[in-house]
């Protein structure tokens, strides 16, 4: 017979509300009646009745996330811890991928609200926010990775304005002077990480020809091969690069191999630096210089903010933006 929540709270001496308190993740719950019963719900192997937990609390404690794309590694890491912080609270997480495509995610965004989800979460493809995301749904919202500042909804990102300055002052302090960006065109990550990139020239008293900026659509789905294109236009100039800041980790794997098929040597020749800091980044032929942009914690921090605002939907809307740090590898200093 199927362990109920009443004997859970018969073994333990406890009230059956109590045990529904800490399976909803409520905060005036002690840590060790919470820790006893968490236990003792493991012991059981007790699963608990969602839908019967929906019809009694008005919440289908599942939430949806919106992707560009789902087999990119920064966006499967991010997946993946929100929906480890999510299952925690006995969340459920529902996946859709846009495909870069702002029809789709439009549709995708329409699926999750007909399955009546508690928050959905969106990286969002769309190149502005004239419309509202979820229409005239009650239905929480938060912005990840990419944000619209014309637009007041819950955030949880990167500052990429630093990730842009991180990496372009690096370039910097290594002595390179004719540095070279590969960048988006629409998104925000992409126009932030360009003018951190712009920030940290000026500051520096660089001027950098504006042919040394090269931007690309769609980048999550095809970086290494766009990479390698802009690396060979980049190649083309005049004045050869000393340097480049790529907008992504794919794009500089792409960009590498181009001078590398140029013959050119890596950082001797050219430098590189990425941003995402891809778990296979140090593995490279060449190890790459990236920006970590703690996407696990990005993740982490979107499932508990989805929970929070879904719990409590009529409160401000919050912006939490996560600062990236400089990984160092060959690609941009010899070893």
């Known amino acids: ?111 999750l609200l007909n399955r009546g989800m508690d928050a959905i979460l969106v990286a969002s493809c769309q190149p502005h926010a004239s419309k509202p995301f979820l229409g005239n749904s009650n239905t929480v919202l938060v912005l990840l990775d990419r ?28 002595g390179r002077t004719r540095i070279a960006h590969i960048g988006g065109t629409s998104t925000s990550p992409s126009i932030d990480r360009l003018r951190g990139y712009q920030k940290a020239l000026a500051k520096a008293g660089i001027h950098s020809p504006k042919n040394y900026i090269v931007t690309r659509e769609r980048f999550e789905e095809a970086g290494d091969s766009a990479g390698y294109h802009a690396m060979r236009e980049l190649l083309s100039r005049r004045a050869r690069p000393d340097a480049v800041f790529c907008y992504n980790d794919l794009t500089a794997i792409g960009a590498m191999q181009a001078a590398m098929d140029a013959g050119l040597s890596i ?35 979107a499932g508990e903010l989805a929970i929070d605002v879904a719990r409590t939907p009529k409160q401000p809307p919050q912006v939490k933006l996560l600062e990236p740090t400089l990984i160092i590898r060959q690609s941009s200093v010899s070893s």
């Open 1 to 111: 017979m199927a362990v109920r929540l009443k004997d859970i709270a018969q073994d333990l001496g406890v009230s059956t509300v109590t045990v529904s308190k800490v399976l909803r993740g409520s905060s005036d719950i002690g840590d060790v009646t919470r820790a006893r019963v968490l236990q003792r719900m493991k012991e059981l192997k007790y699963q608990p009745n969602m839908l019967a937990q929906a019809l009694a609390s008005g919440q289908s404690f599942a939430v949806g996330l919106v992707v560009p794309d789902l087999v990119h590694p920064f966006f499967a890491e991010l997946a993946k811890s929100l929906g480890g912080a999510l299952r925690q609270s006995g969340f459920a997480l529902m996946l859709a991928s846009s495909e870069e495509d702002p029809e789709i995610e439009r549709n995708e965004i329409r699926t």
């Open 147 to 174: 944000r619209f500042r014309s637009l007041k909804a819950n955030f949880v990102g990167c500052n990429d304005v630093m990730a842009g300055e991180l990496a372009t002052r690096h370039l910097l302090d290594t």
């Open 267 to 301: 950082p001797q020749d050219i430098a590189f630096v990425g941003c995402g800091n891809l778990r296979y980044a140090p593995y490279l032929k060449v190890p790459l210089t990236s920006i970590d942009q703690a996407t696990a914690r990005m993740g982490a921090m």
